[in-house]
């Protein structure tokens, strides 16, 4: 009676090439894109020292005088702060689709080869077939074996999938944050203005619209600041974790499929 062929390179589980393609799968450059939002909210809060400083160092006499000036390129400063924020964006978000891109171009390389691989050994089982029990072992194997492999990498895709859109819809809120918390310093900076406006045209004391101007401008960066630190807070270390989990029982539960498609056939094989 002939003995089971043995077939390391197929028949033993690589574990080294699933965690491989496992990483292939999930890999992407999440911490980049969500730190660039944080980076991006800093850099607005960097026009702020300008107006202040402008101001501080104007005499109480000269305020209404020099506050159209002064704020005025605030304003633009702050435009050409946005508008880099948003350049960065669009790049960071282009740069993640064809990292994407190219990843799953990589693990459709990776599986075709896998494919070919196993259809040789699959030859090469069936070469050494002589009986019928054999030649039914190799086919009740090569159908185990497809269907441990088939759930694998649809368990493997969905981890995949789920991982990129909870990724997605975190970056998408971590950059509405931002542009929220943008916004409300942005309009925070021209009320005070408006209002240190109105106060000027209305007469009021130069030293006191001064010292309300500058108040406002301090509550605005206190906000800011408050906001900046809410964004820096979240994170994604629930959906890393979620995709990891997912990963290892689509690995484990492959592995207790493969394990018992070899022991089945060595089994037949020996009838």
């Known amino acids: 009676m002939k003995k089971p062929l043995?077939?390391?390179?197929?028949?033993?589980?690589?574990?080294q090439k699933l965690v491989i393609l496992a990483n292939l799968i999930t890999q992407m450059n999440s911490k980049k894109t969500l730190s660039f939002a944080f980076a991006a909210a800093l850099a607005m809060q960097a026009v702020l020292p300008a107006i202040a400083l402008a101001q501080?160092?104007?005499?109480?006499?000269?305020?209404?005088t020099r506050l159209t000036g002064a704020t005025a390129?605030?304003?633009?400063?702050?435009?050409?702060?946005?508008?880099?924020?948003?350049?960065?964006v669009s790049e960071r978000q282009q740069k993640l689709a064809e990292n994407r891109s190219a990843r799953d171009a990589k693990l459709k390389e990776?599986?075709?080869?896998?494919?070919?691989?196993r259809n040789k050994e699959y030859a090469a089982l069936e070469?050494?077939?002589?009986?019928?029990?054999?030649?039914?072992?190799?086919?009740?194997?090569?159908?185990?074996?497809?269907?441990?492999?088939?759930?694998?990498?649809?368990?493997?895709?969905?981890?995949?999938?789920a991982f990129r859109k909870s990724m997605d819809e975190a970056i998408a809120a971590r950059k509405a944050a931002v542009s929220s918390a943008v916004?409300?310093?942005?309009?925070?900076?021209?009320?005070?203005?408006?209002?240190?406006?109105?106060?000027?045209?209305?007469?009021?004391?130069?030293?006191?619209?001064?010292?309300?101007?500058?108040?406002?401008?301090?509550?605005?960066?206190?906000?800011?600041?408050?906001?900046r630190a809410a964004i820096e807070k979240r994170n994604v270390a629930a959906i890393i974790t979620a995709r990891k989990q997912a990963m290892e029982k689509a690995l484990a539960d492959f592995k207790a499929a493969a394990e018992k498609?070899?022991?089945?056939?060595?089994?037949?094989?020996g009838k």
């Open 183 to 227: 916004t409300a310093f942005t309009n925070a900076v021209k009320a005070a203005k408006a209002k240190a406006v109105q106060d000027c045209a209305a007469g009021v004391s130069p030293q006191t619209i001064k010292t309300t101007f500058q108040a406002s401008m301090k509550a605005a960066q206190d906000a800011f600041a408050a906001a």
């Open 6 to 15: 043995q077939s390391s390179r197929f028949t033993t589980p690589n574990r």
């Open 127 to 161: 070469s050494k077939a002589t009986t019928d029990a054999q030649k039914q072992a190799v086919v009740a194997y090569k159908r185990a074996m497809e269907a441990a492999i088939a759930a694998r990498k649809a368990a493997m895709d969905a981890a995949k999938s």
């Open 56 to 64: 501080t160092t104007e005499t109480d006499r000269m305020f209404c």
């Open 261 to 269: 498609a070899r022991t089945d056939f060595k089994a037949a094989w």
């Open 73 to 88: 390129k605030v304003d633009q400063r702050m435009q050409e702060r946005k508008g880099q924020i948003d350049a960065k």
């Open 110 to 117: 990776v599986r075709d080869r896998w494919i070919e691989n």
